[in-house]
């Protein structure tokens, strides 16, 4: 089964209705963050403020890159939004340029659908200052404007990773995926089970409302300033 047949069987069974979702007559229940103008016009806020800052910070950050580990400034991966439509999502590189051909080399560290080591030898040294600071973040403000993401939601996962989901899984793509969440802001690269994230992404989902995505913004400016969780 393809990622789209999948993820269309799986979002096309009864929806479950509970705090957070809103239902549409004769349509699908969808939850109201994604219909939220209030939580979209924070997000177009943010992003553009934020891609004000990632112009400032690219010129430095392309110039450490060159000295350190020539190639591409920004990095590209197919993410699963909302629903599992797929987009492409941005990234400051923070890995060698064959970072994926070599990514069978390195033992993954984490329980479940995800991949994380917290001493991978392909993040560059200029790699690891832009992790830590969460800089490497950044080109994502244009996928948030874009509408293909939010500023706070859940952690986009990969195809490969949907490919492997079984269907409760799947009640994560729910909400649109987030610059920052309760991953973000409850361990970072810390947390190395899966199944951990799928709980904090449902039990945001369960608490939403745009003030609930302001506390997990200011909470994520601590984390970030000590550096909490990230490598």
Wanted: charged share 20%; aromatic share 10%.
């Amino acid at each position: 089964m393809t990622i789209s047949s999948k993820v269309s069987a799986s979002f096309s069974q009864p929806q479950v209705y509970h705090h957070g979702f809103t239902s549409h007559a004769h349509g699908p229940v969808i939850h109201a963050s994604v219909t939220s103008k209030t939580k979209r016009l924070i997000d177009i806020i943010g992003a553009l403020v934020g891609l004000v800052v990632t112009v400032l910070v690219a010129i430095p950050v392309a110039i450490a890159m060159q000295i350190d580990n020539p190639g591409p400034l920004l990095y590209s991966q197919i993410r699963c939004g909302y629903k599992g439509m797929p987009f492409t999502l941005w990234k400051f590189r923070s890995m060698v340029v064959n970072a994926e051909q070599l990514k069978h080399l390195v033992n993954n560290q984490a329980a479940g659908h995800i991949f994380k080591n917290d001493h991978d030898p392909r993040i560059t040294r200029v790699g690891r200052f832009l992790r830590r600071t969460s800089l490497d973040e950044f080109p994502q403000f244009w996928n948030v404007l874009m509408g293909e993401m939010s500023l706070v939601g859940t952690r986009p996962p990969t195809v490969d990773e949907v490919s492997h989901y079984l269907p409760r899984h799947m009640d994560r793509l729910n909400v649109k995926p987030g610059l920052t969440g309760e991953w973000q802001t409850r361990g970072r690269s810390s947390i190395k089970d899966f199944e951990e994230i799928v709980r904090m992404d449902l039990e945001y989902q369960q608490k939403w409302s745009v003030l609930y995505d302001i506390q997990l913004i200011l909470k994520t400016f601590i984390v970030i300033f000590r550096k909490e969780g990230a490598w």
